[in-house]
């Protein structure tokens, strides 16, 4: 166990819907970071949030948002779904804000678009 | 395309062999980090090995870098069934976009 969790485990929804995916990190830890896994994709970096603040942007579609709040907790929002939106979608945590430090990753949330 | 490619994309082997996994890469890099994913849950950080250090143990792993070579290896002693899983290498480039670059993974079976 991580100590990060994610919630949904599961999320099935439709085409046009708008889901919220959440996490929290590791007690101490003030980075987040979200991925998206998908089959074709492979791992990709979405965003990553630094004590409250944007800190890196990767492959982030428009549709999609994230914030991190002062709790430290995060929420990745996906609008305006896709089939193509079906993936895992994973948080990491790291204590300080470098993206060189190890990340630990939470179960995932998996999403199917229908 | 990815920073970090695995190679093989997929190894099958008997218990208690050593099972050999390799990742190249393009660009120069702070550090290099292994890691674990069993299947559909999340990845388990295994080691990290730094831009300055060519190998680096823990317990049954043994990781080695080359950075003339841009490459690295995963060595896995002695495996054992619950070793089955994919294995990624993910890259911490120096410049450039600011994030870990993933591999496709190496898909490990240990048969027993």
């Known amino acids: 166990d991580s100590g990060v969790t994610q919630t949904p485990k599961h999320l099935i929804t439709a085409t046009g819907q708008r889901v919220t995916l959440r996490c929290s990190p590791r007690s101490g830890d003030l980075s987040v970071y979200w991925y998206q896994q998908s089959l074709d994709q492979g791992l990709q970096f979405l965003i990553q949030y630094y004590n409250g603040e944007e800190r890196a942007k990767g492959n982030i579609l428009e549709r999609f948002s994230a914030q991190q709040f002062p709790d430290l907790h995060s929420e990745l929002n996906l609008s305006s779904l896709e089939l193509g939106d079906s993936a895992l979608y994973f948080c990491a945590s790291s204590p300080g804000g470098t993206y060189t430090d190890t990340q630990y990753f939470g179960p995932g949330t998996r999403l199917t678009v229908l | 395309s990815q920073q970090g490619e695995e190679d093989p994309q997929a190894l099958s082997i008997q218990e208690g062999e050593n099972a050999t996994m390799n990742c190249s890469y393009k660009t120069s890099i702070n550090n290099l980090q292994w890691y674990r994913q069993n299947s559909g849950r999340g990845l388990v950080h295994l080691i990290l090995?730094?831009?300055?250090?060519r190998e680096k143990h823990s317990g049954r792993l043994r990781v080695t870098l080359d950075t003339s070579k841009k490459s690295s290896s995963l060595l896995i002693t002695a495996s054992r069934a619950a070793d089955t899983a994919s294995y990624f290498c993910?890259?911490?480039?120096?410049?450039?976009?600011?994030?870990?670059?993933f591999g496709q993974g190496t898909r490990l079976t240990i048969n027993p």
């Open positions: 090995i730094r831009s300055n250090e």
């Open positions: 993910a890259t911490a480039p120096i410049q450039g976009a600011q994030k870990l670059v």
